[in-house]
């Protein structure tokens, strides 16, 4: 998880540095930037995983039985019943606090 985490942020912030590379931004402004979108895709990449750890801490809570069997099925179950914008349930307020954190990371 966290190899796959670094590889989008890393990857997402040297594609932007990249396309600012010859901007009249200052290098600050640039890291932030470019590390803020780092932020968002890595958001974008991991979302459905937490949804799907959410999803499977709250099906067991209360003692009762499991309805899910694993995360493939937990995932199937949120997408037959939300369709796969339930798989990003909750993703723009994770994007809101992730992307500018990870910007200041960068920085």
């Not at 290098?27 to 890595?42: E, K, N, Q």
Request: glycine residues 14%; contains cysteine; hydrophobic residues 40%.
């Amino acid at each position: 998880n966290s190899f796959l985490l670094n590889a989008i942020m890393f990857g997402g912030y040297g594609q932007v540095q990249g396309w600012m590379r010859d901007s009249d931004v200052n290098p600050v402004t640039r890291s932030f930037v470019a590390g803020s979108y780092a932020g968002l895709i890595s958001c974008a990449a991991l979302v459905p995983f937490d949804v799907v750890k959410c999803q499977m801490q709250v099906d067991c809570a209360g003692g009762r039985p499991a309805q899910f069997s694993n995360g493939v099925a937990c995932a199937r179950a949120v997408i037959a019943r939300e369709g796969v914008t339930g798989m990003y349930r909750g993703g723009i307020v994770t994007i809101f606090r992730d992307s500018p954190t990870t910007g200041s990371y960068f920085v």
